[in-house]
């Protein structure tokens, strides 16, 4: 039994490519559609070559909508911090820019509140070497969608990231 369309939650995550990202939170069971884009930056309508320039602010993350009957918000975190390095600053891998940023974009205070608490768990937890965790925790703004060939790229092109 799951939640009705008007009880979904929407999630954003920034964890490097996100390729990847989308990837991972397309397999969480209760997830019920993801999209890749932009948020946090300046420019309006901004297109990955705008992106990519590390001149708008923005960082690609994933919008996730899911169903909070089905999935909770604490267990999309723990997948967020699994499937990439929170310790590295503007980075991931071989992938470098603001754009490619560790960010938590809530959409109520209660997002707030357990990414918050979540954070601070995971830096003590030692799984990053007791590392200070880069991750920045910010209220959401416009998502802006990606192109089209960067939806389930992976789903349409296989691969994965060198993260």
Same mark, same amino acid.
């Given at each position: 039994? =799951?939640?009705?369309?008007? !009880?979904? /939650?929407?999630? %954003?995550?920034?964890?490097? $490519?996100?390729?990847?990202?989308?990837? +991972?939170?397309?397999?969480?069971?209760?997830?019920?559609?993801?999209?890749? =884009?932009?948020?946090?930056? !300046?420019? /309006?309508?901004? %297109?990955?070559?705008?992106? $990519?320039?590390?001149?708008?602010?923005? +960082?690609?993350?994933?919008?996730?909508?899911?169903?909070?009957?089905?999935?909770?918000?604490?267990?999309?975190?723990?997948?967020?911090?699994?499937?990439?390095?929170?310790?590295?600053?503007?980075?991931?891998?071989?992938?470098?820019?603001?754009?490619?940023?560790?960010?938590?974009?809530?959409?109520?205070?209660?997002?707030?509140?357990?990414?918050?608490?979540?954070?601070?768990?995971?830096?003590?937890?030692?799984?990053?070497?007791?590392?200070?965790?880069?991750?920045?925790?910010?209220?959401?703004?416009?998502?802006?969608?990606?192109?089209?060939?960067?939806?389930?790229?992976?789903?349409?092109?296989?691969?994965?990231?060198?993260?």
């Amino acid at each position: 039994m =799951g939640g009705t369309e008007e !009880s979904y /939650k929407t999630a %954003t995550f920034g964890a490097g $490519c996100f390729w990847g990202v989308e990837a +991972a939170f397309r397999n969480v069971s209760g997830v019920i559609t993801t999209a890749v =884009g932009y948020m946090g930056g !300046s420019l /309006k309508n901004p %297109t990955y070559r705008d992106v $990519c320039t590390g001149q708008t602010g923005h +960082a690609e993350v994933v919008q996730v909508v899911y169903d909070p009957v089905k999935v909770s918000y604490e267990h999309l975190l723990d997948v967020f911090w699994s499937i990439h390095d929170p310790t590295q600053l503007n980075r991931q891998g071989p992938d470098i820019g603001t754009n490619y940023r560790s960010v938590i974009f809530y959409h109520d205070a209660e997002q707030a509140r357990l990414a918050r608490k979540s954070k601070e768990k995971i830096e003590v937890s030692g799984v990053f070497g007791f590392r200070k965790v880069m991750t920045e925790i910010t209220p959401a703004t416009e998502f802006y969608r990606a192109e089209e060939y960067h939806q389930r790229y992976y789903e349409k092109h296989g691969g994965s990231c060198r993260i």
